[in-house]
């Protein structure tokens, strides 16, 4: 039939192909724009204290608190097909009971945050007030490449690190990482990458020094209680 | 329309056109679900829990296979609890131990606590074969035909009938 | 019947399918036995995917996707290649066969039709064997669908079958009563005609099918699909 129906339908299917085509052309354009993240990364203050896993549980557990540093400038991953970055600061450690004792074979994220591109401030889940001081920020601008500079001082972690044993005081050998995940508004999602892809460069630093964790500091207050 | 059935040949050749059509698609899709080693390897996102990223009717393309390294934190993958039949797309957060037996922990990027709640009772963890692929690439808005009518059953109706109307209008 | 049957003249797919429905109506008519081999392969390896498909349905189903991967698997690469076979066999061997018909003669005739997308003429390629071991003789035939569809979009059969048996002999023995004059034919052929010479041609035409329908009831009934 070469009707009303057979014509809407054809333009239907162009206009498919249209959108299919610009938004592979879209994401394919991901792999020129060049990557060369860096940051660097560092230990302040960490503390290992006893606590329960939430309120009602009986069971105690040995927490983590690792305070940090962080500088980075991860300006080059936002690009016209950026929706957002997560990053996000993990330690990891390995496992003595394990075969291979280097390996670090045990990771936790403490730490992460959202950066959205301008495109996708709206999106964000933040108050009012926060909201109108994001929008402010970038008006105008389609790329805004001081999102990705981040100073942390001394930065408090989001979540504590713990183990299905419950043990994470003396723990050796662990290490802070900084990673990234790039979300695209189409394409392909990206990760830190472990080598260097073409124009996308490995992150320049964004681990720290190995360290250890210290032993429980409640029984010292417990001790400091007893006194 | 009338001749077609008059000779059966040429009523199994229309069959078999429509036929090819419908086998064709579902192939394609098992195709994809073999590759990818995922029984599910498009989903459609069905909650903000992992906003801003991923919004309500955003494609998922999942790739189910550990070829290079195994799944690790900071990845986002969909899994199963068991259970329950609705996937959940949410990001690993945490990874103890390595293999199939390594455990897993997830919490989406819009929620305020980790997946412990979601769980299935008495898990605190994920393992891998709880979870069916991992998020690899990215189409926004697509899937929001297949929410809006699961949602909306009305539309069903609506586009059965519309269907049926276009039918009857076409025979003239 | 046939003239029952009304397309949009605009569709070219549609003038193409109903003109290759009504040739082996009409061959069938002339004493001609119709071979289906080509069509029938074509029906087995489909239905043969189609077959393969359901049952990848089936246990897929039944039984889930982990425990069955490596059948679907297999069922999606078997599947593929039979995908792979018909293409080859519609575009390589049938070629746009729409008929391949013998006679008790000996006599063997195959005629395959095909369409450029935004002109309409129906191209037919007629290959003649004048017994089981003679060498083909292949006859190009082109002509416009107007000449056997009416403004409406119905097809008349009579200038149809016309067309067919005076352009090519085998037909047109088994048939004489629908050859038109060889000099009417000779225009037609030749596709260099000056606009005069074409509203002779079609006057010639025209006057030739109110001719032939004056033709005795045994002609008026094969005109029928």
Not at chain 1, 64 to 71: D, E, Q, T
Not at chain 3, 178 to 200: I, Q
Request: charged share 20%; proline share 4%.
């Amino acid at each position: 039939m070469h009707s009303s129906v057979v014509r809407v339908q054809n333009v239907f299917g162009f206009f498919t192909t249209v959108c299919f085509a610009v938004a592979a052309f879209i994401a394919l354009s991901d792999y020129y724009s060049p990557r060369t993240p860096s940051a660097t990364l560092a230990v302040k203050d960490i503390q290992v204290v006893r606590g329960r896993p939430h309120y009602y549980s009986t069971k105690k557990e040995e927490y983590a608190h690792i305070r940090f540093s962080l500088s980075s400038d991860l300006s080059t991953l936002f690009t016209w097909n950026t929706k957002q970055v997560f990053v996000y600061v993990s330690a990891s450690w390995p496992d003595a009971s394990a075969p291979n004792k280097t390996a670090h074979v045990n990771e936790a994220v403490i730490w992460d945050t959202i950066i959205t591109s301008p495109s996708a401030d709206h999106l964000q889940n933040i108050g009012p007030a926060a909201m109108k001081k994001l929008l402010k920020s970038a008006k105008g601008n389609a790329i805004d490449p001081s999102r990705g500079k981040l100073e942390l001082k001394n930065q408090k972690p989001k979540y504590q690190i713990t183990a299905p044993s419950g043990n994470v005081a003396n723990i050796e050998n662990v290490v802070l990482k900084l990673h990234y995940n790039v979300q695209p508004w189409v394409g392909i999602l990206t990760w830190t990458p472990q080598m260097d892809i073409l124009r996308w460069k490995q992150v320049k630093g964004g681990v720290s020094k190995a360290f250890k964790l210290p032993a429980i500091k409640v029984k010292e207050e417990k001790k400091k209680a007893a006194k | 329309m009338l001749s077609a059935l008059q000779n059966p040949r040429y009523a199994a050749a229309q069959l078999l056109n429509f036929g090819l059509i419908l086998s064709t698609a579902f192939m394609m899709w098992k195709g994809l679900s073999v590759i990818s080693d995922s029984p599910s390897p498009i989903v459609v996102v069905l909650s903000g829990s992992m906003e801003p990223a991923f919004q309500r009717g955003d494609l998922l393309f999942l790739w189910n296979r550990n070829w290079m390294e195994e799944t690790k934190v900071g990845e986002i993958v969909v899994y199963n609890v068991k259970g329950k039949d609705i996937p959940i797309v949410h990001r690993v957060v945490r990874k103890f131990g390595i293999g199939s037996k390594a455990k897993l922990l997830t919490k989406g990027d819009n929620n305020l606590a980790d997946d412990t709640e979601l769980y299935a009772r008495g898990q605190d963890f994920l393992v891998r074969e709880d979870i069916i692929g991992s998020v690899v690439a990215y189409i926004p808005f697509v899937g929001y035909v297949t929410i809006m009518l699961s949602e909306h059953p009305w539309l069903k109706t609506v586009m059965l009938g519309l269907m049926g109307l276009m039918v009857v209008l076409q025979r003239e | 019947m046939a003239s029952q049957e009304k397309v949009s003249v605009y569709n070219l797919a549609d003038l193409k399918n109903t003109t290759d429905d009504a040739l082996p109506n009409y061959l069938n008519s002339l004493s001609f036995t119709q071979s289906h081999t080509l069509s029938d392969m074509r029906l087995a390896i489909g239905y043969t995917a189609f077959a393969i498909c359901a049952a990848t349905f089936y246990w897929d189903y039944t039984y889930g996707f982990e425990s069955t991967k490596l059948y679907t698997a297999a069922a999606v690469a078997v599947y593929t290649l039979l995908n792979g076979i018909l293409t080859f066999w519609i575009f390589y061997v049938e070629k746009g066969s729409v008929y391949i018909g013998t006679l008790k003669t000996g006599e063997k005739i195959s005629v395959t039709s095909e369409i450029s997308k935004f002109k309409p003429v129906y191209r037919l390629r007629v290959t003649t064997w004048a017994s089981k071991d003679a060498v083909g003789v292949t006859r190009k035939v082109e002509r416009e669908f107007k000449d056997w569809f009416d403004g409406k979009g119905q097809f008349v059969a009579l200038p149809f079958q016309q067309m067919l048996a005076s352009s090519v002999a085998l037909i047109g023995k088994c048939d004489p009563q629908r050859v038109v004059s060889k000099e009417v034919e000779k225009e037609k052929v030749e596709d260099n005609k000056t606009m005069d010479e074409k509203w002779a041609s079609l006057l010639a035409e025209s006057t030739g099918v109110e001719a032939s329908e004056t033709t005795p009831v045994k002609g008026k009934k094969r005109s029928k699909k």
